[in-house]
């Protein structure tokens, strides 16, 4: 297969003033961007009554910024960008891009001592596609980092994080395609565990578990409009022969399993003042139509990129995006051949930006190296959880993920709150990093 590449998209909200900034200095946050005349006499055209000239400056600041910090990062942080001259979409995500009008973002009901004078904008970052090495992986935290430091800014819950994982221009080997769905499709409610409840309850991510077509007892024969071939899956035999990968790691676990539930049971409960909840009141229990072995059956049942994406796709707003290997994208010659991991709050927190990119790079690894008992087991352990409440979750998921380091993290920001406390902070402070 080829080498793995990812890419990352950051929402988030920025604030600026047309007054002088220094009113709004504060030693814990970022400064705010000073829009105002009086600090930027070289603004001989601007006109301050134009939104889209406001906006335009902002983003060419943040532009900026982002290039005065790739100049000044060693070698061993910067990421090695994927050569794709000739192919027509990827050829344009060869260098950081910042845009606008992508995030939805809904300002506070209330007025806010905080906001008082202050604009903002919603701002969408994206890397350019890497490698997935360690050196690209710094890069984006170092850039994330920056961006934290140097505008104020906020990441509400109507922001999201992306992460674009793929194998450049060529598309994912169908084997690898496959298991990479099957490990979305089982891990989804146990994936969830690391994002805010708010995420969860978002009508545009919704997991594969609640509305794909396979949830919907679609079934393999009917994607592939052709009559296929039964699976003799020996499942029994590959859940005694493997051994998981969780067993074989040390691990210092600090974070029980009945604390971690408790955790997500008090999250539920926050009073949401500041942003309502998309479907407040509904608890997150587990669909079981068809159940998730059921599933994994079909979608390994498939003989084309296509089947599987239109079996576990949603639409292009779902937790995952296998759309881009459907037979209306592939017939295109402006596609991306990748898999989106959409279901991530918005975040700022270069150490969790990298740390997720490095959790979705490595799902499709574990897809295409883990040998394929190890794989089914890995989707037993999900649908024993789903079934009988099973003590599996997100830290042993990870694990046998073979992504200890990652799950450190994850543990870490659990017991520090900040797996959905970033998003309720009016703005973002660098001290916690």
């Known amino acids: 297969m080829h080498p793995l590449t990812f890419s990352v998209e950051l929402e988030a909200v920025y604030f600026f003033s047309l007054r002088p900034a220094g009113i709004h200095n504060d030693p814990r946050l970022a400064p705010v961007v000073d829009m105002s005349p009086q600090g930027n006499p070289s603004f ?66 209330g ?56 194998t450049g221009s060529n598309l994912v080997p169908l084997p690898v395609f496959i298991k990479t769905a099957a490990v979305c499709w089982a891990g989804d409610r146990i994936l969830q565990q690391m994002h805010p409840i708010s995420r969860h309850y978002n009508i545009w991510r919704k997991g594969p ?14 994607a592939e409009a052709k009559p296929v071939e039964n699976q003799d ?26 604390r971690l539930d408790l955790i ?47 079996l576990i796709n949603i639409n292009s707003l779902g937790a995952y995006n296998f759309s881009h290997y459907s037979d209306e994208k592939t017939e295109e010659k402006d596609t991306k051949a990748t898999v989106e991991f959409c279901m991530a709050a918005g975040s700022l927190d270069g150490h969790w930006v990298s740390t997720h990119a490095r959790i979705c790079t490595g799902i499709a690894q574990f897809a295409a190296s883990a040998p394929e008992e190890n794989v089914w087991r890995m989707i037993y352990e999900c649908h024993s959880a789903g079934i009988d409440k099973t003590g599996y979750d997100i830290i042993d998921l990870l694990l046998d993920l073979d992504l200890a380091k990652e799950a450190e993290t994850v543990q870490y920001r659990f017991e520090m709150g900040s797996s959905f406390g970033e998003t309720l902070q009016s703005f973002l402070a660098s001290e916690r990093l």
Not at 146 to 163: D, E, H, I, K, S
Not at 271 to 295: A, K, S, V
């Open 264 to 310: 997500l049971s008090q999250e539920r409960n926050i009073h949401f003042n500041i942003y309502e909840l998309r479907r407040p009141g509904r608890l997150l229990e587990p669909i079981t139509r068809p159940d998730i072995l059921q599933g994994a059956i079909q979608l390994f049942s498939c003989r084309s990129h296509s089947a599987v994406a239109n």
């Open 209 to 222: 578990r609640e509305t794909a077509r396979l949830d919907q007892g679609e079934e393999a024969e009917q």
């Open 44 to 109: 001989t055209v601007h006109n301050y009554d134009r939104w889209d000239d406001m906006k335009a400056e902002m983003i060419r600041r943040v532009s900026c910024a982002i290039k005065t910090c790739l100049s000044e990062l060693p070698q061993s942080c910067r990421g090695e960008v994927v050569s794709l001259e000739g192919d027509p979409v990827l050829s344009l995500y060869q260098e950081w891009k910042v845009e606008s009008g992508k995030a939805a973002v809904k300002r506070d009901p």
């Open 111 to 166: 007025p806010r001592l905080e906001y008082e004078g202050l604009w903002e904008i919603d701002l969408e970052v994206q890397s350019p596609v890497m490698y997935a090495t360690e050196f690209g992986f710094k890069e984006v935290e170092a850039v994330t980092n920056m961006l934290r430091a140097t505008f104020r800014a906020a990441v509400p819950p109507y922001c999201a994080m992306r992460v674009l994982v793929g």
């Open 233 to 258: 899956i020996p499942i029994q035999e590959y859940i005694n022969k493997a051994r998981p990968k969780r067993l074989l790691t040390e691990f210092k676990r600090t974070l029980p399993r009945d």
